[in-house]
Structure formats: structure tokens, C-alpha cells
């Protein structure tokens, strides 16, 4: 068991470095969501938004929703669209050849995103901070990683579970950003959605992003006491992994299709 | 010792029978090679023996292990060389063996295997930067790295120049020196009779011939081919007789397919001599293991479409 825990961490570090070499991938999934942040900070400065019935400053408002919208990339996009090229490529069939446990070597690449995503969400909210004065809840801070926590374990195993039903490579960045664009816009990710039309709250709401989103805008709007836990958002996240892993379990396939 | 032990072994995929009832052995410390035209089922055999696929019918034991269930203990002792396994295209060399090799329990240093496999130039460099050849040959390196008793090699040897060749043949022949049994598919006559100790040929997954590469399908047997140039200014009627068969000639090229070549050269030689002809390009060939291999192949195929 022992040994087994070692080789998942020496594979994260695997993962990792071939993660970082891979420019498109690095950019996409890592630099894209800061130069968001960047780009929409400025346009918008710290003007004051409309959320939740009341008036908030808009960068406060969109250094999570960018973090949630990074984390979805990270685990989610990073995961569906990497599962998709190791498996088109042979290289899950090289590894179900050799003797690590197969969940050892899935571990790996989960723990590799999830490395991603906390260097992630390190650098939003070092940049929200030192950028736009835009401070981090530390009275919450147990919830914030909660939030994070639950939302990269959905997410994750929500990517394990898409992966099937790509066809291919080249399809993978296709498939993953047709389902997370359209959703984010919905999520208030980019600007709040509180005038937007019920049925698209409602079905906004039912997909994981919007609760993940939501749940660290108000921690960062000071608006939760105690812990830090919003509890619709979590139990709805909660519900999403369990989702998640029943659907990777009942989906995930080693061999491309047609074999 | 037997190495792999195959009976009865059946594999349908619905109302198509890939592999029907083929039944071999292969001893440890040997080289065999199965070969076989593309959809024979050589493919699907292979992948069951390495514990990728599953069978419908028969027994089947790889180092005592079935490799259906044989999990992770039986993977520690096998190395698989496959032409459809990648490689991440963003790692070096060196990090790749080495990732390989943190899978088994008592992996081959990375240093040693990197000479082994001649990509010494090339240490640091990352996957995406090299040749096929080069890919070729660190797949190979993957396959060893574990220090498996048994590998197997899915034509080892597709798309390598000449010499490349010539050392992956060495590098093969000294895993047997080290007591390593090795089942080889490939569509190469030579690598088959440079390798081989024993070889199978497959086709409509039936086993139709086995044996070595010297008395595979009556090789050893089958009848010789002299050839030569008939020397300028001699009618081709002025050959000598033979006790059987008869000389074919084309423009100033004979041919003779016999089973008695020993009798033929002797007549054939000292009728030169006392005529004081030269016979320019005189051979005589046994049939090569492609004749047989297309005898036994083309036969069947003939069969099957019929």
C-alpha cells in the first residue's frame, strides 16, 4: 500500500512535468483563466455590480467566478482532453500492459490536476490581492478549501466520465468547451445573472459550475458565517461527485473505441 | 521448462472465429515466432498471451500464470513490445524509462538500458523529438526495463534501416544468451529464420504449419533451385541430361527446381570443366522460408476463398 502511494505521488510529478512542457496545454487550461482576469479587471475596474439584492465591487465578484471557471479547466477540460490523447495514442494500453494497479496510475493523473489547480487557484488569488485589492475570506478560509475540494472532485470524475464519449483527440477541446462555455455565461462567471431569465438560472443550476462559482462569491462577499459553507451549494456539489464517480466507474474505458 | 502453454485456444468475435482451436508450446530460453498474413489472427493471439484480451474457449498458461487473472505478478515478469502503445510525446528519454521502470518491483538501471538500446545521444531529449527508428527503439527499452523472463515483440524491426536492424537482431539474440524466452510476431522471412528457434504460421486463425525455420513445412525437403547464365555460344541444347527433371530456360538464363541437386551440380559442373565453359552466377538455393511461408499462406488463402 505503502509502495503504491509513492508510485501515484512519483506519478503526479510525471504528470506534472509533461503538463507544464505541453504549451497548449499549460496555456489553455492555466494562462487563459489569468489573462481573463486580467483582461475583465481592467476593462471593468472594482465598479460596483449588481448581486444577490444588493450592490458588490466587480472584481471582488469576478475573482472567484474566474477561479471556479479555472478550476473547471483544470480538472474537468484538463482530464476529458488528456484521458482522450493518452488513449488514442496507446498509451493506457502501455500502461494496463505493466504492473501498476490501474486506479494507482488514475490517481496519478487526478493528483496532477489537482496539483494544477491549487497552483491555480494560488496565483488568482495572489493576483486579485495584489492587483485589485481584492481580499481573500480568511475568516472562511476553511470553507473556501471545501468549496475548491468539492468542486475538483466533481469535476474530476465528471472529466473521467466525459472521456468516453469523445470520439477522439482532436474532438476532445471541441466537446469539453461546447459543454463549459455556454454553462459559465449561464454560472455568472463573467457577470452576474441575477436579471437573467429563471429557466436560465434554474438550468444553470443544476450543473456543477454554477454552485461552485456561486458558493466562492459568497465567501468573498464576507457573506457566510461560521465555516464558510453555503449549504445549497455544497450539498448540490456532493451530489455531483457522487454522480461523477458513479459515471466514470459505469463509463471510463481503457481502449479506444472499436477494439 | 515450457514458457507459454497454449490448448484448444478459441476466440470468437460473434459469428467471425479469429482463432480456431490452435494449440502450441514454447519453452523457456527460446525464440519462436508466429507469423502470419494481416488478419490471421496473430494479433488477437498475442493479445490474449499478454492478458489484453479475453478468450472463448481452451487453456492457456504464461509462466505458470493464465493471463486473464493473472494481474499484477504475472505483468511484473512480461515485457511488451506493441507498435500501438505511445509514448507522452512531453517527457525526456531518460524520465520515460524511468517512469516505466518505477512500475516493477526490481527494474534495470536507465543508464544500461539506454546503451542498450543506442539512443546514448539522446538522453534528454524529449519523445516528440525523436525518429520512428529512435521511437522504435526505446519502446524496445520499455519492454526490458522491468527485466521481464518473457517478451514479446510485435514486429520488432517495422520501419528500421538495415543496420538498425542489424543491431536490434543482436540485442534480441542477447536476451536469449541471458536465458530470456522471446515470442516474436513479424512479417520479415529473415528476421524469422535469423531469430527464430521455432516457428508458427497462422492464417484464418489456424495453426497450418510449425517447426524450425530450416524443416518448417517440409523446408528441409523441398526441392533446390540451380541457376545460372548459359555461357555465350552454347546451344541450350548441348546441356547435359538429368536423371530427373529437365533444364527451363529463359533468353540466356536456366533454371532447374530439383530434389536431387547434389546429382544435378555434379553433372552440371563436370560437363563445364570438360568443356572448359565458365557458368557465370552458378547457385544452387534451397527454398527460403518466404517460399514455404507463401506456399502454406497462399494455399489456405486459396481455401478460404473458396
Known amino acids: 500500500m505503502n509502495r503504491d502511494l509513492q508510485l501515484a505521488l512519483r506519478q503526479v510529478r510525471y504528470e506534472q512535468r509533461a503538463f507544464w512542457r505541453n504549451r497548449t496545454a499549460a496555456f489553455f487550461t492555466f494562462l487563459l483563466p489569468v489573462m481573463f482576469l486580467f483582461i475583465f479587471a481592467s476593462l471593468n475596474g472594482n465598479d460596483p455590480v449588481k448581486f444577490g439584492g444588493g450592490e458588490v465591487p466587480f472584481v471582488t465578484l469576478f475573482v472567484p467566478g474566474i477561479l471556479a471557471y479555472g478550476i473547471v479547466g483544470t480538472t474537468f477540460g484538463n482530464l476529458a482532453i488528456n484521458i482522450a490523447s493518452l488513449r488514442q495514442d496507446g498509451v493506457l494500453k502501455r500502461i494496463q500492459g505493466s504492473p501498476i494497479p490501474r486506479w494507482v496510475y488514475l490517481v496519478g493523473l487526478i493528483g496532477s490536476a489537482c496539483a494544477t489547480t491549487v497552483a491555480l487557484a494560488v496565483v488568482v488569488l495572489l493576483i486579485g490581492r495584489v492587483g485589485y485589492g481584492v481580499k481573500p475570506p480568511l475568516a472562511t478560509a476553511p470553507g473556501l478549501v471545501v468549496m475548491i475540494l468539492l468542486g475538483t472532485a466533481a469535476l474530476s470524475a465528471l472529466g473521467l466520465a466525459i472521456c468516453s464519449f469523445i470520439p477522439n483527440r482532436d474532438a476532445a477541446p471541441a466537446v469539453t468547451n461546447a459543454i463549459v462555455l455556454p454553462l459559465s455565461f449561464f454560472s455568472g462567471v463573467w457577470f452576474p445573472v441575477d436579471k437573467a431569465p429563471r429557466a436560465v438560472r434554474v438550468i444553470a443550476e443544476c450543473f456543477p459550475l454554477q454552485p461552485l462559482a456561486h458558493g466562492m462569491q459568497y465567501l468573498f462577499l464576507h457573506k457566510v458565517p461560521g465555516p464558510g459553507l453555503t449549504l445549497f451549494d455544497s450539498v448540490r456539489l456532493g451530489a455531483w461527485i457522487v454522480v461523477g464517480v458513479i459515471a466514470a466507474i459505469r463509463f471510463f474505458r481503457w481502449a479506444p473505441r472499436g477494439t | ?306
Not at chain 2, 12 to 22: K, L, M, T
Not at chain 2, 121 to 134: D, F, V, W, Y
Not at chain 2, 273 to 299: C, K, W
Request: proline letters at 6%; charged letters at 25%.
Open chain 2, 1 to 306: 521448462m515450457v514458457a507459454i502453454e497454449v490448448r484448444g485456444l478459441e476466440r470468437s468475435y460473434g459469428d467471425n472465429r479469429a482463432v480456431r482451436d490452435i494449440s502450441f508450446e514454447v519453452n523457456e530460453g527460446e525464440v519462436f515466432a508466429l507469423l502470419g498474413p494481416n488478419g490471421a489472427g496473430k494479433t488477437t493471439t498475442t493479445e490474449i498471451l499478454e492478458g489484453f484480451r479475453s478468450r472463448t474457449a481452451g487453456d492457456v498458461t504464461v509462466l505458470g500464470f493464465d493471463p486473464a487473472s493473472g494481474g499484477r505478478a504475472f505483468r511484473e515478469r512480461i515485457g511488451i513490445v506493441l507498435q500501438s502503445c505511445g509514448i507522452v510525446e512531453t517527457l525526456t528519454v531518460t524520465e520515460t524509462i524511468g517512469m516505466y521502470g518505477s512500475y516493477y518491483e526490481h527494474p534495470r538501471p536507465v543508464g544500461e538500458l539506454i546503451e542498450l538500446v543506442e539512443l546514448s545521444e539522446k538522453p534528454n531529449a524529449l519523445i516528440r523529438t525523436l525518429s520512428g527508428g529512435q521511437r522504435r527503439r526505446l519502446d524496445l527499452a520499455l519492454g526490458l526495463v522491468g527485466d521481464p523472463d518473457l517478451i514479446f515483440l510485435d514486429e520488432p524491426t517495422t520501419g528500421f534501416d538495415p543496420s538498425a536492424r542489424r543491431s536490434a537482431w543482436r540485442t534480441i539474440r542477447n536476451l536469449c544468451d541471458l536465458g530470456k524466452t522471446v515470442f516474436l510476431t513479424t512479417h520479415f522471412m529473415d528476421e524469422a529464420q535469423e531469430l527464430a528457434d521455432r516457428v508458427a504460421v497462422i492464417t484464418a486463425g489456424e495453426i497450418v504449419a510449425s517447426g524450425t525455420p530450416g524443416d518448417l513445412g517440409g523446408r528441409d525437403v523441398a526441392p533446390a533451385t540451380i541457376t545460372f547464365v548459359l555461357p555465350a555460344g552454347t546451344p541450350a541444347d548441348a546441356l547435359p541430361a538429368l536423371p530427373d527433371g529437365s533444364w527451363e530456360v529463359d533468353g540466356s538464363r536456366v533454371t532447374l527446381v530439383t530434389g536431387s541437386p547434389v546429382a544435378a551440380a555434379y553433372r552440371l559442373t563436370g560437363w563445364a570443366i570438360d568443356l572448359a565453359v565458365d557458368l557465370e552466377q552458378f547457385a544452387v538455393t534451397p527454398p527460403s522460408l518466404e517460399d514455404i511461408y507463401l506456399r502454406l499462406t497462399g494455399h489456405s488463402e486459396q481455401a478460404a476463398v473458396l
